[in-house]
């Protein structure tokens, strides 16, 4: 009442009403409380009321500052990295005193298979060029190899063992270490480095260690780097993308409604954000079929605003259904988040080769030596020359060529012809396709010489031969066999081709060959039934209809992927494919691996490869396609040629007349004569033309010109 009576004298205060929400709180919360509480209850109202999320804003903020502390760390390393310690600096002053000579130091660094090696300081005297000091520390940084011969280092402070023992488990987001090395392990390197140096005074103690350990040195010459592995320096350093306008939460009640339209009850247990893709799983209602949910794709995608939605039902080892939606805001997936991964890195296999990501972003890698052989497929722009960019420099980032050589056929003559440098060729890269079938034809002639090897020895695999040889150069490395395109192999040589892929895929595990074929026509003339039995492994890229996607993976999917990488990876004995995003190499990084290898060509070729070259020349000369793999002479090729040479020019119904012979033989003896150039090619409707003499003919077939010349008299 006082209340309501100094409202109406005064004009001021809140009245009765008024009095009612303040005097109860004044009484029971206090002056302080009760302004609290209103303000708390002002800002309730006003959250309520514009519909703004505290944990969402909450959210983008920390994602903010994580992302800045991150990029601050990464400065701070550089700067450590960038400045040497002032040991270092002290050693190169003394460096540029000393005549432009070095001290290369070999610390006893830890033995990586167990072996121990010797614990003594070998020091070498060597000629040093002026601007090696000026060299960078990520070009002098090279990676461990996977043999028993130690790397040659140009700097004290890295050491190739150790360089991998403190890696921890990588993210998109750690790339502070651009090195390969981690912050610890430069510091331990530069510690250990400066407790084995002598003090500047005595400088003609390390000239009298260099005498003691004279005898060593021929020994160490022999063991001076064999394979140098590239820095991952060369490959191309993903850039922070903060992603502010992906919300899985409100695209998944958008979900959730769109599937309740149709009477569809349904819940989301868990949402999967990726690179590229986000997967949400959906979990139906009791007796909810899983085909009503199937065939919305089209009604999903146009309530999501998505290009394009695939419906993975069930997933496997889940009792859910996976729906898997595009981002707006793509992240870009490069190779070196691949080879810089602890999967890549901790694989045992020489075989091992990373793909990408899958959809919850992690690192894809695959083992050809399971496989064992890769069948790639996809329409023109869907990225499968970049699939084989990954494979090859996964493979040559991981084994060295004394343990893995390649084959190349690339019948388009631009795509794999940048590998020329490769030191892992066995032979030149195979432009022509012609040719391109003999290579076929040697590896399954080098692949029956492996198995008499190792049938000598009780050997049932390559590994079992390989562990039986005392000899280092007794053993045979793993022999890998990439074709970029395969349909201009089959329109050339259909026969010939796909009879020594179906025989290089059905024995060549054991003798350790192994096959990647890639096309961009999945049709059935081109991938026969023969080669989809015997390769079981494949990688289906964007293609334009369902039909071609059954020819690829037996089963449909792969024509509503996104393209640009996307892609379905069906292992052999997996149940489903697994949907993964290919790793991005652009021909600058190529580039720049090759400029590497030819610019540090340490390895010499084998002798073995230009007897492969003279082999597959044989090959092509002995086995055309026209001929196939049976006797290549005729009884009557003699008494053909006397027939053609009367008459002038060729013809089967000729020959078929004048020698009383089927259809089958004449054609034959018509290709042989055309393969030994006694008569012209196959051209239209004009007859074929004699290109020999009499004289000529005498000499390939002796005495049988006496014939020729009693028919003339």
């Given at each position: 009442?006082?209340?309501?009576?100094?409202?109406?004298?005064?004009?001021?205060?809140g009245?009765?009403?008024?009095s009612?929400?303040?005097?109860?709180?004044?009484?029971?919360?206090g002056l302080?409380g009760?302004?609290?509480?209103f303000i708390a209850a002002?800002?309730i109202?006003?959250l309520?009321?514009t519909?703004i999320s505290?944990?969402t804003?909450g959210e983008?903020?920390g994602?903010?500052?994580?992302?800045?502390?991150t990029a601050?760390v990464?400065?701070?390393?550089e700067?450590?990295?960038?400045h040497p310690s002032?040991?270092?600096?002290?050693?190169?002053i003394?460096?540029?005193?000393?005549?432009?000579?070095?001290?290369?130091?070999e610390?006893?660094d830890?033995?990586?298979?167990?072996?121990?090696?010797?614990t003594?300081?070998?020091v070498?005297r060597?000629p040093?060029?002026?601007d090696t000091a000026?060299?960078?520390l990520?070009d002098l940084?090279y990676?461990?190899?996977?043999?028993?011969?130690?790397?040659?280092?140009?700097?004290?402070?890295?050491?190739p063992?150790?360089?991998?023992?403190g890696?921890?488990?990588?993210?998109p987001?750690?790339h502070?270490?651009?090195?390969?090395?981690?912050v610890?392990?430069m510091?331990?390197?530069?510690?250990?480095a400066?407790?084995?140096k002598?003090?500047?005074?005595?400088?003609q103690q390390?000239?009298?260690e260099e005498?003691e350990?004279?005898p060593?040195?021929?020994n160490q010459d022999v063991e001076?780097l064999?394979?140098?592995?590239?820095?991952y320096?060369?490959?191309?350093l993903?850039?922070?993308?903060f992603?502010g306008?992906e919300?899985?939460a409100?695209?998944?009640k958008l979900?959730?409604?769109?599937?309740q339209?149709f009477?569809i009850s349904a819940?989301?247990i868990?949402?999967?954000?990726g690179?590229v893709?986000?997967?949400?799983e959906?979990?139906?209602?009791q007796g909810?079929?899983?085909?009503?949910i199937?065939?919305l794709s089209?009604?999903?995608?146009?309530?999501?605003?998505?290009p394009?939605?695939?419906?993975e039902?069930?997933i496997?080892?889940?009792?859910a259904?996976?729906?898997?939606?595009?981002?707006?805001?793509?992240?870009p997936v490069?190779?070196r988040e691949?080879v810089?991964s602890?999967?890549?890195?901790q694989a045992?296999?020489p075989l091992?080769f990373?793909?990408?990501k899958?959809?919850?972003?992690k690192?894809?890698?695959?083992d050809?030596?399971?496989?064992?052989?890769?069948l790639i497929?996809?329409s023109?722009g869907?990225g499968?020359s970049v699939?084989?960019?990954?494979?090859i420099?996964?493979?040559?980032y991981?084994t060295a060529p004394?343990?893995?050589?390649m084959?190349?056929?690339d019948?388009?003559?631009?795509e794999?012809?940048?590998?020329?440098?490769?030191p892992?060729?066995l032979?030149?890269?195979v432009t022509?396709?012609k040719?391109a079938?003999?290579a076929?034809?040697w590896?399954v002639?080098e692949m029956?010489?492996r198995y008499?090897k190792?049938?000598?020895?009780?050997?049932r695999?390559l590994?079992?031969?390989?562990a039986?040889?005392a000899?280092p150069a007794n053993?045979m490395p793993r022999?890998?066999?990439?074709?970029?395109?395969?349909?201009d192999l089959?329109?050339v040589?259909?026969?010939?081709v796909?009879?020594?892929?179906?025989r290089?895929?059905q024995l060549?595990?054991?003798?350790?060959?192994?096959l990647?074929v890639?096309t961009?026509?999945?049709?059935t003339?081109i991938?026969?039934?023969?080669?989809?039995?015997n390769?079981p492994?494949?990688i289906a890229l964007?293609?334009?209809?369902?039909?071609?996607?059954?020819?690829?993976m037996?089963?449909?999917?792969?024509?509503k992927?996104?393209?640009r990488?996307d892609?379905l990876?069906h292992?052999?004995g997996a149940?489903?494919?697994?949907r993964a995003?290919?790793?991005?190499v652009?021909?600058e990084?190529v580039e720049?691996?090759?400029?590497?290898?030819?610019?540090?060509?340490?390895?010499?070729s084998?002798?073995y490869t230009?007897?492969?070259?003279?082999?597959?020349?044989t090959e092509l000369?002995n086995?055309?396609?026209a001929?196939g793999?049976?006797?290549q002479?005729?009884d009557?090729?003699?008494?053909a040629?006397?027939?053609?040479?009367?008459s002038g020019?060729?013809s089967?119904?000729?020959?078929?007349?004048?020698?009383r012979v089927?259809?089958a033989?004449?054609?034959?003896?018509?290709d042989?004569?055309?393969?030994?150039?006694?008569v012209?090619g196959?051209?239209?409707?004009?007859p074929?033309r004699l290109?020999?003499?009499q004289?000529e003919y005498?000499q390939m077939?002796?005495g049988?010109?006496q014939a020729i010349?009693?028919d003339?008299?």
């Open positions: 009442m006082d209340a309501y009576q100094f409202g109406s004298a005064l004009q001021k205060g009245g009765l009403i008024g009612l929400l303040a005097y109860p709180a004044l009484v029971f919360l302080v009760t302004n609290i509480f002002l800002l109202l006003f309520a009321i519909k505290l944990r804003t983008k903020v994602k903010q500052l994580k992302t800045s502390a601050m990464e400065r701070t390393d700067r450590k990295h960038s002032p040991s270092v600096m002290a050693e190169k003394d460096v540029s005193k000393q005549n432009l000579f070095t001290e290369v130091m610390t006893p830890r033995p990586r298979r167990g072996r121990r090696q010797k003594g300081i070998k070498e060597r040093q060029e002026q000026n060299l960078p990520d940084t990676f461990p190899s996977s043999g028993t011969l130690p790397r040659k280092m140009e700097t004290e402070d890295d050491d063992f150790d360089i991998l023992a890696v921890e488990v990588h993210t987001q750690d502070s270490h651009k090195s390969g090395m981690t610890g392990e510091k331990a390197a530069q510690d250990a400066h407790k084995q002598h003090p500047t005074s005595n400088r390390p000239v009298e005498g350990e004279a060593i040195l021929p001076v064999e394979y140098q592995r590239p820095p320096t060369l490959l191309n993903p850039k922070e993308q992603n306008q919300n899985p409100e695209k998944a979900l959730i409604d769109t599937l339209s009477h819940k989301i868990n949402i999967t954000v690179p893709i986000t997967r949400y959906l979990q139906p209602a909810v079929r899983v085909n009503r199937t065939t089209d009604d999903i995608a146009l309530a999501l605003a998505a394009r939605v695939r419906i039902a069930p496997p080892g889940k009792s259904i996976g729906i898997e939606i595009p981002n707006r805001e793509t992240q490069l190779l691949a810089e602890p999967e890549f890195q045992k296999s091992c990373a793909l990408g899958d959809i919850a972003g690192v894809v890698c695959a050809l030596d399971r496989m064992p052989h890769l497929a996809g023109t869907s499968k699939c084989i960019n990954d494979i420099l996964s493979l040559i991981h004394c343990d893995l050589r084959i190349l056929v019948p388009k003559k631009v794999l012809k940048v590998y020329s440098p490769l892992h060729l032979l030149p890269v022509d396709a040719k079938a003999g076929l034809k590896a002639r029956e010489q008499s190792m049938a000598q020895c009780n050997a695999d590994n079992r031969y390989n039986l040889q000899e053993r022999l890998v066999i990439i074709i970029d395109e395969l349909a089959m329109m040589a259909a026969k010939d796909e009879e020594a892929i179906c290089i895929a060549g595990r054991a003798a350790g060959i192994h990647i890639a961009q026509r999945p049709s003339d991938i026969t039934g023969l080669i989809k039995a390769i492994s494949r964007t293609v334009s209809s369902a039909v071609d996607s059954r020819v690829i037996d089963c449909s999917g792969a024509e992927l996104l393209g990488g892609m990876f292992a052999n149940s489903k494919p697994l995003q290919a790793a991005f652009s021909d990084e720049r691996v090759m400029d590497f290898f030819t610019a540090h060509a340490t390895a010499p084998p002798q230009e007897l492969s070259l003279e082999d597959m020349e000369e086995g055309g396609p001929q793999n049976g006797k002479e005729d009557l090729l003699p008494d040629v006397r027939v053609v040479m009367e020019q060729a089967i119904s000729m020959i078929q007349r004048r020698l089927g259809y033989r004449a054609a034959r003896l018509v042989i004569m055309e393969q030994k150039k006694i012209s196959f051209d239209g409707s004009k074929r290109l020999i003499s004289a005498a077939f002796g049988a010109d010349q009693e003339e008299e």
